[in-house]
């Protein structure tokens, strides 16, 4: 393994021009990093989003990108609106009007992609900029050369033998005498069409990156110094967690700790590539690592909230000591290209969640739960649909195996009403269902119990 660095930085730290700043310092802090991986400024991905849905008038659009155009001018400014960069941006900004209109009188997932593209396409080349104003050699890189996807518009899934195999064609000799600033989020079919993995798909992007490249270390610099208990921005006793094993990093990320997208752990556990989680704002405040092994492993390490989740219940008479059902069932999630989260079963019903939020959701944040998928449903099955409901997981190690565990846990929650639980899959995670109302109550509590 080489002593290369991927550093991806997201939305907060490419915010403006000073915080870029702050993105130069942690690469030049670090000279192994050769690989930088950046979202979109903050809020632009949001504005591309509501121009490609398509909804807005032509004055409704104009204001939106007057908005886009005033997070650009922010950092063109601060870079002295240098004549080529300052006129690709203009171009993008063409592209985006052009587009948006287009998404107005019709639009689809895939016009969805090429539109919000432009966010992570600009904040790159305005970083380069930044770069080579400060002396370094630093080169744009256009990720669709490697980032191959499945054409899932919206929710793209990576290629990973292209992948590797394109970076080694197209990274691994830039990256010996360059500082390659190159997308998060977005990547390319085998047609070369534009793709998105999915809302927060930057961090995956970072660790894809990684693998291709047997990077020997991830790092993500966002806002927040390193992963916490559980949201910060919840619990104000929320405090950062110096390690983390791989396995515990993934239940947290697929169950709703927003720092990290659901996927980012699967390439980097992979390749058993250590991943850091850092402050860009402020790099001396250290940070979370997350590794194979971990010196503590403590019973209850975090918990995690993941809201907008639909609860199907879904009921057969012939399920009973008949073979087969189950795999019925799953089989037209499979079709659907829907992932299935949280599982129970009894003698004649299968209860599923599905998450229909933030992380579950397409680029384009429309539902992925279609009619079409509970059509199909309904016709081997019974089908009942829950909506407002909140996924609640506490994250810790060997919990199956410690006595106690679900007193402790069910103690501090006592009044209120929990609607599925799902527990012993896997040592890692203890999760269950309450309605939206108390998902926030009961995080407070679980962390008074288990973690303050
Ligand atoms: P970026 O734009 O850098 O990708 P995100 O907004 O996606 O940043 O993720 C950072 C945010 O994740 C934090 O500001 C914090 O509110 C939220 N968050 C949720 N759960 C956690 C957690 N357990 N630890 C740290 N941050 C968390
Ligand atoms: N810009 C994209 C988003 O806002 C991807 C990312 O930030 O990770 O979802
Ligand atoms: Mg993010």
Redesign the pocket.
Known sequence: MSNLCVA??????VANYEAMQNCANVVLGNPATHVVVL?AS?GVTNLLVELANGQLDKEGQEAVIQKIIAIQENILEGLGHPKEITEEIEKHIKDIRALAHEASMQTNTALVDRIISNGELMSTKLFTELMKQRGVKACWFDVRKVMRTDSVFGRAAPIIEVIRTQAGQELANLVKDHIVITQGFIGANAEGRTTTLGR?G??YSAALIGEAIDASEVE?????P?????????VST?H??PELTFDEAAE?ATF??????PATIQPASRRNIPVF?GS?KNPAAGGTWIRTETQSKPTFR?V?MRKDQVLLTLKSFKMAGACGFMATIFGIFAKHGLSVDLVTTSEVSIAITVDNGFSGGNSDGKSSLSDALLNDLREVCNVTVEEGLTLIAIIGNDMSYSTGTGSKVFSAIFDVNVRMICYGASLHSLCFLVDAKDGDEVIKRLHVHLLD
């Open positions: 991806k930085f997201g939305g907060s730290s979202s903050s927060g930057s961090d993500i610099w966002t806002d927040v390193g992963i916490y208990t559980t949201d910060p921005r919840l929320a950062p967690i947290m709703g700790a927003k720092v990290l997208h989680v860009s975090a995690a």
